[in-house]
């Protein structure tokens, strides 16, 4: 009787753990093996199944992003495998850490994320994401300091299904891919979807900045204005859409923001600067991409901002771009920038003149400048010398 009552106790005992063996694997199934803080890839998808028959059914909007490591087998190639999963698991807690009470996150595979919005539209989602894009610019781990990453943003449309749904983000990554990363995109075809839109209702921000680089540096301020109007005419000789030319305004508007970061010993010394001066001067970019991108629908402008001192032949600043790898917005403002420098006084040399200013254009085409660029530019000021205008 006793040897029964033990191992009943026994039976009772064992089921109890293989109860409790099967709760935790389940529980392991539905995380991440890696970055046990996210969803695993199969829970993702149980989970974008049941938000969008809910968003089918109540009516209420969804929208689903993929996050994607700029260059990552090159990070692996570069520092080793050991410091790319560090890097992979930094990224991924970042992710989970940011991603809000109501959304999810999962790893949807090597160094690919997915990102499930509930009642949430194409703007709240991209501004959600920039943000997350902005801190891993920030971001060090195994010895890799920065990572950026391209984003695709899909909403969900009536009738459409999950597996639709997923593409559709899975293509507007691949265009933020094409477009040279550091960027997300919304399905639909234009970067930073409702970024125009953004700047015609909130161009008292837009202003606001400008101002604020006006009161920094009054040539500063004075010569992004001059540029504006000019890039805008080369853009439209370029064939450039409407979109994209107002898009290279604010960035002409706004190129040189990110000089309120360098010090006014330099940003205000009269004579040449020293390497080390210059090696401070030459973050500016990179700082006021970070302003930018803090701003919800400013990402694509942000972009051009950071790359505005890449040069053709790719030995630019800060991220060494070649060619067509550069943002056209950034070739375009690189030229007129360069162009409006040349024709202006500056306390330590005299302005050059038109025609001396053209050689140094035509001169550096296919080395400093994009070739198509310049010619565009020099056949606009050409035209206007023409009409008996002045160049700008």
């Known amino acids: 009787m006793g040897d029964r009552k033990r191992l009943s106790s026994e039976l009772a005992a064992a089921r109890q753990r293989i109860g409790e063996l099967e709760e935790d694997l ?26 969008v028959a809910r968003g089918h059914r109540y009516e209420r909007p969804l929208t689903v992003a993929l996050l994607d490591i700029d260059r990552f087998r090159h990070l692996n190639l570069e520092h ?54 902005l801190e891993l610019e920030d971001l060090e781990a195994g010895g890799i300091r920065g990572i950026s990453a391209s984003v695709g943003i899909a909403t969900l449309e ?70 504006v109007d000019l890039t805008a005419r080369v853009g439209e000789t370029l064939a450039l859409d409407g ?26 010394k009269p004579g040449p600067l020293t390497e080390p001066e210059w090696q401070i001067m030459r973050q500016h970019p990179a700082i006021g991409e970070r302003i ?29 771009l070649v060619g067509a790898a550069i943002p056209v917005g950034s070739r375009v403002i690189l030229a007129c920038d360069a162009y409006h420098a040349m024709t202006s006084d500056r306390p330590y040399r005299k302005a050059m003149k038109h025609a001396e200013a053209m050689a140094e254009l035509t001169g550096n085409a296919g080395t400093q400048f994009d070739p198509e660029v310049v010619q565009a530019l020099v056949g606009y000021l050409f035209g206007r010398r023409q009409a008996g205008l002045a160049a700008v």
């Not at 930018?292 to 053709?312: N, Q, S, Y």
């Open 243 to 268: 979109e994209e030319i107002s898009r290279v305004r604010t960035a002409a508007l706004l190129h040189d923001i990110g000089k309120v970061g360098v010090p006014d010993e330099i940003l205000h």
């Open 26 to 51: 389940s529980r392991l199934s539905q995380r991440d093996p890696l970055i046990p803080s996210l969803l695993s890839l199969s829970a993702f998808r149980t989970q974008l199944d049941l938000d």
């Open 292 to 320: 930018l991108r803090a701003i919800p629908g400013l990402g694509a402008v942000a972009r051009i901002v950071r790359h505005e001192h890449e040069r053709w032949d790719g030995k630019g600043y800060p991220d060494s």
């Open 158 to 227: 009536i009738g459409q299904k999950p597996e639709s749904v997923l593409a559709a983000a899975r293509t507007a990554l691949e265009q933020a891919r094409a477009g040279g990363g550091r960027q997300a995109v919304v399905f639909g075809g234009s970067p930073e979807e409702g970024e125009t839109a953004f700047q015609l209702g909130h161009g008292d921000v837009i202003a606001a900045l400008a101002s604020a680089l006006q009161e920094r540096d009054r040539y500063t301020g004075d010569h992004s204005e001059s540029v």
């Open 80 to 133: 080793g495998y050991a410091a790319g999963d560090a890097a992979l698991v930094a990224v991924g807690r970042l992710i989970a850490d940011r991603t809000r009470v109501h959304d999810l996150a999962c790893r949807m595979g090597g160094d690919e994320f997915g990102f499930l919005l509930p009642e949430t539209g194409a703007a709240a989602a991209t501004g959600a994401l920039e943000r997350i894009l």
